[in-house]
């Protein structure tokens, strides 16, 4: 069983800024893909972006140029550097890990972005 533990989420004013964190419990996360999702109100929860276990990564559209995942697999934490937010950012941000059958989930991390 793997934890995850998501940090860094708050409010934030349109154009600002903000990193989440995700701390895993597990000593094999580098073997791990990793993401990071996203679900607003009334909303399916929606990849955000994803960082392979060779470093590979892919974006949303809707985040490209915007927001840039990253992993210290030293540290076990995969981060979320979102810049130029926009009140459509708001959601609550789930990390994710991956690894052949396996998928284990945080608890979710609120991020409000105001107009």
């Known amino acids: 069983q793997v934890q995850l533990v998501e940090s860094g989420g708050g409010l934030v004013q349109a154009g600002g800024s903000l990193r989440l964190s995700c701390a895993a419990s597990?000593?094999?996360?580098?073997?791990?893909?990793m993401a990071w999702y996203r679900q607003a109100p009334e909303k399916q929860r929606e990849l955000v972006a994803r960082?392979?276990?060779?470093?590979?990564?892919n974006y949303a559209d809707s985040v490209k140029g915007r927001f840039t995942i990253s992993r210290d697999n030293a540290k076990k934490m995969m981060y979320l550097q979102m810049n130029s937010l926009k009140p459509e950012d708001t959601a609550v941000y789930y990390c994710?890990?991956?690894?052949?059958?396996?998928?284990?989930w945080g608890q979710g991390t609120q991020v409000t972005v105001s107009s």
């Open positions: 960082i392979f276990s060779s470093g590979t990564t």
């Open positions: 597990t000593s094999a996360f580098s073997r791990y893909n």
């Open positions: 994710n890990a991956v690894r052949e059958t396996n998928t284990y």
